[in-house]
């Protein structure tokens, strides 16, 4: 009671100017038809505008939480997928079964050197260092840290970033690198010059990666360039994938990948 006595004298003159204020406007509508009827329309006009409003923001946010479910739907139906012979937007991969991992990106760059992407997935959610990470138009980078709700990767767009690629027509194999000047091409260096190649053939992964599957499409050949010191072709690709767009990708991981590494790794020991 007390509470209420100090609010309302604090508060005394705006209560008294809203007091003298709804008093006006009664006796304003009760004497004037007219400015009753334009005072209903407006509240009407304003009370259906504000509806509509919380309509449309409510639908948003269930398409929100729908697109995030099929996300992680479509990820769990990736991930039982058959050993033998499987296929994810198209690409057929064999003989290793690959877990999907459903991620957003919340921070990416690509006007520097050394680009990298933070995702919102860690250690707690299965990611670890080295996995690898696509989108349904290529290959998008390899993790390098996790802590324990998020990751770093680093990003196709980054002067360390080497990834084993053929062409799809021939299955030739090349190494792929960014030269850190367009965000939407890279480059296949010392391609061998007496291998066929052309104008749009596309770039796709190749069988010799143990962190992504064999098939993936990259992009297509844009301009093919000799280098006069060697013979060789410089190779430049026009990426599928939009880096400056990208919002979701999938984490992969294969469990004979892991297998691989490690016996590979004796095989190194002992040289």
């Not at 609010?7 to 007091?19: M, R």
Request: no cysteine; glycine share 6%; proline share 1%.
């Amino acid at each position: 009671m007390y509470n209420l006595l100090r609010f309302i004298k604090i508060n005394q003159f705006l209560l008294l100017f809203f007091l003298v204020e709804g008093f006006s406007i009664f006796l304003l509508l009760q004497n004037n038809s007219y400015q009753a009827n334009k005072a209903i329309k407006f509240s009407t006009q304003h009370t259906s505008s504000i509806h509509n409003y919380s309509a449309s923001f409510s639908e948003y946010v269930a398409l929100k939480e729908t697109n995030n479910y099929l996300i992680e739907e479509n990820a769990k139906l990736l991930s039982l997928l058959k050993n033998e012979t499987s296929f994810i937007d198209s690409t057929l991969i064999r003989n290793k079964k690959y877990h999907y991992y459903p991620a957003k990106i919340i921070n990416n760059s690509v006007s520097k050197r050394n680009n990298f992407i933070t995702l919102n997935k860690g250690r707690k959610h299965g990611i670890k260092q080295g996995m690898g990470i696509i989108t349904k138009q290529g290959v998008i980078g390899i993790v390098h840290s996790v802590s324990l709700n998020y990751a770093i990767a680093i990003s196709l767009l980054h002067r360390k970033s080497a990834i084993g690629i053929q062409l799809k027509k021939n299955n030739h194999n090349g190494i792929l690198k960014w030269k850190g000047f367009n965000y939407k091409s890279a480059t296949i260096s010392d391609f061998p010059n007496h291998i066929p190649i052309n104008i749009g053939d596309t770039i796709t992964t190749n069988s010799h990666s143990v962190i992504f599957p064999e098939g993936i499409h990259i992009g297509t050949v844009k301009n093919i360039k000799q280098n006069k010191s060697n013979g060789f072709f410089d190779v430049s690709v026009k990426l599928f994938e939009d880096f400056n767009k990208i919002n979701y990708v999938y984490i992969i991981h294969s469990d004979e990948s892991t297998e691989q590494l490690n016996i590979e790794q004796k095989i190194k020991e002992d040289e």
